[in-house]
Each structure stands twice: as structure tokens, then as C-alpha cells.
């Protein structure tokens, strides 16, 4: 084990009796030398807040099995945190990092909060793993920032966090939620191969100055998409591919013509970037968002019937198979009040006298059924209905004009069908 320099020592050694006098002495401190506990094992909480580190703090592979608070801190020179495993609740809240900070492999197992820090040179957290909450809320990276293949078990909040340089999340892995509600890009962001996480807030993220790209990312699970919210955020700078990875998460506390436009400004830029697969897959949600939207029983069978009808558009072939089988339907009623219909409630000129000639005869079975095509399908796929052949009205009446309205729609989806 790493011995520790003179100034960490003269730190540490009230800790080690008494707690509250740590708390206490440890505040406000200004250490001239390096701060160096790499590999040492630091068995109580460790408290400095507002202190100074001329000549930074190496924690290398450092053991923190309490707490350790460092808000309000100033480090000079690097940080150096890299296979460090912190227990318990860390805070670097509101701290300054003239210099590097490395955390490259760092374990923090509890809550870990850096909210309002300022990074002013490179930093690192190349796979580290943070197994709970995360905070870089309003954090300011002014270089580069690197998470590659780092784990983000818990929530992950970079909320109102200011990117001025590179920030290369390649390969992270998101679990359970991420914010960037507000965040500004005013670099390159990379997401290459990030699993994402359940739920990803980009609300409000205005300022994007160049093109963040989501193609690569993969879904929380196999079975799972990430539900995205991407209210007042600049779609037109943000590139994805929405199919089997997302479902937009429509910000419930805008209105309903609010949400609408970020369906519509999202659905744009899908098809400008040519993911025709995912604008389908993003216009049927909006769809049925439009449906859901619009109360009411009749409203409901309107969605129901759209997605078996021809599933919202994009499945016109399904227009065929309902035709027919909706036919079939009506003949298979007609052919059982075929004489009822023929006799007394719609006579047919062309039909009629044939089938009364054939009514005197023993016609076979396979003549009715002859009959019955040729009757349903007059009424079914005619474009008139001749209303002076028609009987006073009766329940069988409205049948004939069931059979013809309902052919009728379903002849102009036909039409449309094959001349388009």
C-alpha cells in the first residue's frame, strides 16, 4: 500500500479520532503539496468541502468506504480519481478543475452528484461505473469530456449541462432514465453504440451546433424501446433511426397542439433523412396519438377499424382481402332469404324473370348459389342503386342499403388502390 504525503496525513489524522472535528478542521483548507492516498484504503467519511489543491490529489485505486465531499473545491492541478471505488455518497458539487481530471474505471457506488462544476481542461470517465443517480446538473465541460463504455446504472442527469467541446459518450450504457433537458451542444456529441435508456429527456435542448446523431445507438433491450421527450428541442439537429429503438414521450404538460408538432417536426426530418421505415412506424403512433386524443366511442372504433382496415395507410393490400370477405359475408345472407329478397324487397329486371323460371324448376343447389353471386354482387360493387325497385321498407330494406353503402366504400378504397 502507497504510503501518503505529508499534507494528506496531516488531514487525515484527525479524521481517524473524531468525526465531527474532521468536519470541522477539514473545511476551507489550502493544501500546498499534492494530495496523494493512491491504493490506500480510507475507512471514515472524508470531508473537504471548500478546500484548495495547489498541486492536485491523486486518489489512484483509492478505497473511500464513507463518504467523500469535496463541494466547493478548487483543484489547480489534475485529479486523479481512476480505479478509485467510492462506497457511499460522493460530492464534487460546485467544485473548479483547472487541470485534467481522470476517473478512468472509477467505481462510485452510491449517489454521486458533480451539479454545477466547472471542467476547465480535459476529463475522463472511460468505464466508470456510477450504480446509482448521477448528477452533472448545470455542469460545464469547456474541453473534452469522454464517458466511453462507462455505465450509467441509475439516473443520469445532465440537465442544463454545457458541452463546449467534444462530449463522446461511444459505447455508455444508459439503464433506467438520462436528462439533457437543456443542455447545450456547441460541439461534436457522439452517442456511437450507446445502449440508451428506458427513458431519454432531450426537452428543451436548443442550441445544437452540430448534428447529434442517434443512428448507431441500440434499444434498453430487445423487447424494450427508449421513450424519448423532445419538447422545444431543435429536431432538425438531431438524427435517428426510430424504428424497433424509440417511441416518442409526448410531454403531457404542453398542449395537445404542442405535442402535435413534435410528432410532425420529427416526422420531417425522418423523411428527410431517408429512414422511410421509421417515418411509417412514427406516423402510425401519431395516428393513433390523434385517435387517443379525440374522445368518444365512435372515435375508437375509428382507430380499431383504420389499423385492420389498411393499417393507417401503409397496408393498402389489406383493402383486397377485406372486400372479398366482406362479400362473402353478404352472400352468404343473401343466400338464405335469396327468394325473400328477389320476390319482395329489391327486384333485380335482368335477375328476376330468370329466377322465377328457375324457381318452377328443381333447380340444384349450385343454381341458388349462381343466383345469389350475381344478386349481392349487383348491389355490392353497382355504383347505383335503382330505389324504384325497392319494396316498402322493411328490416330487409336497410339491408340492401347496408349491402350497397358498404360496397360502395369499400369499391372506392378498391379504385384507389390500383390507379395509385
Known amino acids: 500500500m502507497k504510503s501518503f504525503s505529508l499534507a ?3 488531514a487525515i489524522t484527525p479524521l481517524l479520532f473524531s468525526l465531527s472535528l474532521a468536519d470541522e478542521n477539514l473545511k476551507a483548507r489550502v493544501f500546498m503539496q499534492k494530495v496523494d492516498s493512491s491504493t490506500a484504503t480510507i475507512i471514515v467519511g472524508i470531508y473537504f468541502d471548500n478546500c484548495r489543491f495547489d498541486k492536485g490529489a491523486g486518489f489512484y485505486a483509492t478505497d473511500f468506504r464513507g463518504v467523500a465531499s469535496f463541494s466547493h473545491a478548487i483543484f489547480v ?6 480505479n478509485a471505488h467510492f462506497n457511499k455518497l460522493v460530492y464534487f458539487d460546485n467544485g473548479i478543475f483547472l487541470k485534467m481530471v481522470a476517473a478512468d474505471s472509477a467505481d462510485f457506488a452510491d449517489s454521486t452528484f458533480f451539479s454545477d462544476a466547472q471542467f476547465e481542461n480535459r476529463t475522463t470517465f472511460n468505464g466508470a461505473v ?5 448528477e452533472f446538473w448545470s455542469a460545464v465541460f469547456h474541453k473534452n469530456v469522454r464517458f466511453w463504455g462507462s455505465r450509467f446504472n441509475g439516473n443520469a442527469v445532465f440537465k442544463e449541462a454545457v458541452f463546449d467541446s467534444t462530449a463522446d459518450f461511444w459505447s455508455a450504457q444508459f439503464s433506467d432514465s438520462a436528462s439533457f433537458e437543456n443542455a447545450i451542444f456547441r460541439d461534436y456529441a457522439s452517442f456511437q453504440s450507446a445502449r440508451l435508456p428506458r427513458y431519454l429527456d432531450f426537452s428543451g435542448v436548443r442550441h445544437i451546433e452540430k448534428e447529434l446523431d442517434f443512428t448507431d445507438c441500440r434499444p434498453p433491450t430487445p423487447e424494450e424501446r427508449c421513450h424519448i421527450r423532445l419538447t422545444n428541442t431543435d429536431i432538425s439537429k438531431i438524427r435517428l433511426r426510430y424504428l424497433n429503438v424509440f417511441t416518442l414521450d409526448p410531454d403531457t404538460s404542453t398542449t395537445y397542439e404542442q405535442q402535435g408538432s413534435v410528432y410532425e417536426n420529427l416526422l420531417s426530418k425522418l423523411q428527410q433523412d431517408g429512414f422511410s421505415e421509421s417515418y411509417k412506424e412514427l406516423d402510425i403512433e401519431f395516428k393513433r396519438f ?5 374522445h368518444g366511442f365512435f372515435t375508437a372504433f375509428l382507430s380499431i377499424a383504420d389499423n385492420w382496415w389498411w393499417n393507417y395507410g401503409y397496408n393498402k393490400e389489406r383493402i383486397l382481402g377485406w372486400t372479398l370477405g366482406i362479400f362473402l359475408l353478404f352472400l352468404v345472407v343473401t343466400g338464405f332469404k335469396l327468394d325473400h329478397l328477389v320476390n319482395d324487397v329489391y327486384a333485380l329486371d335482368f335477375l328476376q324473370e330468370r329466377y322465377r323460371l328457375a324457381s318452377t324448376a328443381n ?10 353471386l350475381m344478386y349481392t354482387a349487383t348491389i355490392f360493387f353497382g355504383f347505383t342503386l335503382d330505389t324504384n325497385g325497392l319494396k316498402p321498407p322493411t328490416i330487409w ?7 350497397y353503402t358498404i360496397g360502395l366504400v369499400c369499391m372506392g378504397f378498391v379504385v384507389n388502390f390500383i390507379f395509385k
Open 77 to 82: 492541478d489534475t485529479l486523479e480519481l481512476s
Open 290 to 294: 390523434q385517435y387517443s386524443h379525440s
Open 130 to 134: 456510477f450504480r446509482q443517480r448521477v
Open 8 to 10: 494528506f496525513l496531516l
Open 397 to 403: 330494406t336497410i339491408y340492401i342499403f347496408v349491402v
Open 363 to 372: 333447380r340444384p343447389r349450385s343454381g341458388k348459389v349462381l343466383y345469389s
